[in-house]
């Protein structure tokens, strides 16, 4: 009997605590849409009345190059980079980086642009593989095409950084396509602000959308409910998650499908590391850490309305393998830079950003997991309180359900992307139905990177691509 007592207080604590966890996370969560609310309304007012295409003929406007890393793209290559040289911008250059491809993605980029190989004098400034050769087109006189031994993702950053002949640069996945005005919205805190560092922009899902010619020119929603489950956390991790990490002045990931950064500031750095799959969330990590040791003022933030468009897994082996990976990188990261957390020097990074990632983000899944085995054992020796429990699940469904609908209808609201109801009705829908089933199978793959991570797993994982719609 006496074990029996214990065990039950024992189960009744964990459930307490676990409680206390959700209350925590569901109240961060709603902290950041509430701050993420009024910043993307008060920016909107800021730049409804501003023209981007008076900025084409400035002489404000920085130079930049794009870096396209790409491993087996031919199915998507031709596209993206079609977007990238119709981008509307003044002065830029556009890399691709052919990372030792085994499909036919260089010769497709050889063939389509006509590209013919030129003499270089490359000074490997930071760690990359061998690049064996540089391609040029006297039709394209934008694209440079590097072909490399084939390094990983990192590696191909690094390359086309050391090839990079401007002061900014914008990282891009060669998966996806950035609509035309992206990279003159990117500028602004730029040029308004010159102790900017870094800017990110928002990543939105391409299935179901149509593509013509590089550009997105019909914005639809995917017959496959993976992509729409996804298109629904987009919309809430960048619509309220980075936005709001950006106005606490705080932000740790810029996503490497789209980004730009100061160039020297990454070569300060020492580039883009090899050894971690996280390797977008630890570069803004490292030069958060960077900058504040060498007392350095600075800026890092993020817009709402610069949109990069990619391709997302269909497939649950394949969704299972890019969060396994996220997670792996953010285990990594927070493992590497462990002495920042509540590390006063480091400021809001370091007692608010930090902290949250390693108990939100990092353990989140573990407890998750947890809570759902310990409310079935709980169930299964008659200790809940069968009230008490429906009045938690019908919160816990409600609360997540609300965080979905909002991150919708602030998008509806801020930018109006989706042209029917049917479509708004259908995200809202899928935000619901997310809490039975995919939150859950999503908590799983977070949960078992970690045995992944402690078995030394550091492998990416195909990413497989049926290409852009057309």
């Not at 995917?222 to 709001?244: I, K, M, P, W």
Request: charged share 20%; aromatic share 12%; proline share 4%.
């Amino acid at each position: 009997m006496l074990a029996w007592n214990l065990g039950a207080l024992a189960l009744l604590a964990a459930n307490t605590l676990i409680l206390g966890y959700f209350l925590l996370l569901q109240g961060s969560y709603l902290f950041l849409l509430l701050i993420a609310t009024v910043s993307v309304l008060r920016y909107r007012r800021t730049v409804a009345h501003e023209h981007w295409r008076s900025m084409l003929q400035s002489s404000l406007t920085l130079p930049i190059s794009l870096i396209a890393p790409a491993y087996n793209e031919e199915r998507t290559i031709i596209a993206s980079v079609h977007s990238l040289l119709s981008l509307e911008y003044p002065e830029y250059e556009v890399i691709v980086v052919n990372d030792g491809s085994r499909d036919a993605t260089l010769h497709t980029l050889v063939e389509h642009f006509a590209l013919q190989p030129i003499p270089a004098n490359i000074e490997y400034s930071i760690p990359c593989r061998p690049i064996r050769n540089v391609y040029r087109s006297a039709k394209y006189p934008r694209l440079v095409v590097l072909d490399k031994e084939n390094g990983g993702k990192a590696d191909a950053l690094n390359a086309g950084i050391i090839m990079a002949t401007h002061v900014l640069f914008c990282a891009i996945d060669a998966d996806s396509v950035l609509e035309g005005n992206a990279l003159l919205r990117m500028m602004r805190p730029f040029l308004e602000q010159p102790e900017t560092v870094a800017v990110g922009g928002v990543v939105r899902i391409a299935n179901g959308c149509r593509v013509e010619h590089g550009r997105v020119t019909e914005i639809g929603l995917s017959s496959n409910a993976l992509a729409v489950f996804q298109t629904v956390e987009y919309l809430r991790a960048f619509l309220f998650g980075r936005v709001g990490w950006s106005a606490l002045g705080a932000l740790l990931i810029i996503s490497g499908a789209f980004g730009v950064f100061k160039r020297q500031v990454v070569l300060d750095v020492g580039g883009y590391r090899h050894d971690t799959v996280g390797e977008d969330f630890e570069l803004v990590v490292r030069i958060h850490r960077y900058l504040r040791d060498h007392a350095i003022r600075y800026r890092i933030v993020f817009l709402p309305d610069p949109v990069c468009w990619t391709e997302a897994p269909e497939t649950l082996r394949v969704l299972g393998r890019q969060r396994n990976r996220w997670q792996r990188g953010l285990i990594d990261t927070l493992k590497i830079h462990w002495r920042m957390c509540l590390n006063p020097r480091y400021g809001r990074i370091g007692m608010i950003a930090m902290p949250y990632f390693v108990i939100i983000e990092l353990i989140g899944p573990l407890i998750e997991l947890s809570g759902y085995l310990f409310i079935t054992i709980a169930f299964c020796l008659n200790l809940i309180n069968l009230p008490f429990f429906l009045l938690f699940l019908t919160l816990a469904i409600v609360l997540g359900t609300v965080l979905s609908v909002a991150a919708v209808v602030l998008d509806e609201i801020a930018y109006r992307r989706f042209p029917r109801l049917s479509q708004l009705l259908k995200l809202i829908a899928f935000g619901l139905a997310e809490n039975f089933g995919y939150r859950q199978l999503t908590v799983w793959w977070r949960a078992r990177a970690f045995l992944d991570y402690w078995r030394g797993n550091t492998s990416w994982g195909a990413m497989e691509r049926k290409g852009f719609a057309r």
